[in-house]
């Protein structure tokens, strides 16, 4: 094992902040195009 203490802060997170972004926009593109479909519906009874 590792003589090193783990510190607690120190570990570089950019990949991981891009990722979760990138799944918050997608997750939000996703409820604006079922919106977008169930208004679409409602419009035109289908």
Known sequence: ???EKHKH???DITDQKE?????ISFGLY??????GALV???L???
């Open 9 to 11: 802060g120190e570990m």
């Open 1 to 3: 094992m590792s003589e």
């Open 40 to 42: 679409f519906l409602a």
């Open 30 to 35: 996703l409820c604006y195009a079922v919106t």
């Open 44 to 46: 035109f009874n289908s």
């Open 19 to 23: 990722s979760f972004s990138r799944f």
